[in-house]
């Protein structure tokens, strides 16, 4: 079992960051792939970016590509989702989750564990 929590979102505008954070606590947090999801309203929930556990391997959506980042530390137990030039089609609530698999890694079926969410809102 592992709980996951994040912080970090909020308000900002056009061409802003932040720096979204996701602290799991349970056991072995460095034996699970972690993404990043996210869920607009009124759209279904949808693949963000994921990280291997060692942190070595990463995958975004290509809408995505070149702007934010996703990075780990294991020893912290926490995974991160750095953004950048945020657009107003990046307002959502964006989620962690944690998966013991390795296919399927952009569906959100494969993930196992999730967190409560972060709002993000963009404004133009």
């Known amino acids: 079992q592992v709980q996951l929590l994040e912080s970090g979102g909020g308000l900002v505008q056009a061409g802003g960051s932040l720096r979204l954070s996701c602290a799991a606590s349970?056991?072995?947090?460095?034996?699970?792939?972690m993404g990043w999801f996210r869920q607009a309203p009124g759209k279904e929930r949808e693949f963000v970016a994921q990280?291997?556990?060692?942190?070595?391997?990463?995958y975004y959506a290509d809408f995505v590509k070149g702007r934010f980042t996703i990075s780990r530390d294991n020893a912290k137990n926490t995974v991160y989702l750095q953004m950048n030039s945020l657009r107003p089609e990046d307002t959502a609530v964006y989620y962690c989750?944690?998966?013991?698999?390795?296919?399927?890694?952009?569906?959100?079926?494969?993930?196992?564990?999730w967190g409560q969410g972060t709002e993000v809102t963009v404004s133009s």
């Open positions: 349970g056991r072995s947090f460095s034996s699970y792939v």
């Open positions: 989750a944690a998966t013991a698999r390795e296919a399927g890694l952009w569906h959100v079926g494969t993930y196992d564990y």
């Open positions: 990280i291997y556990r060692s942190g070595a391997m990463t």
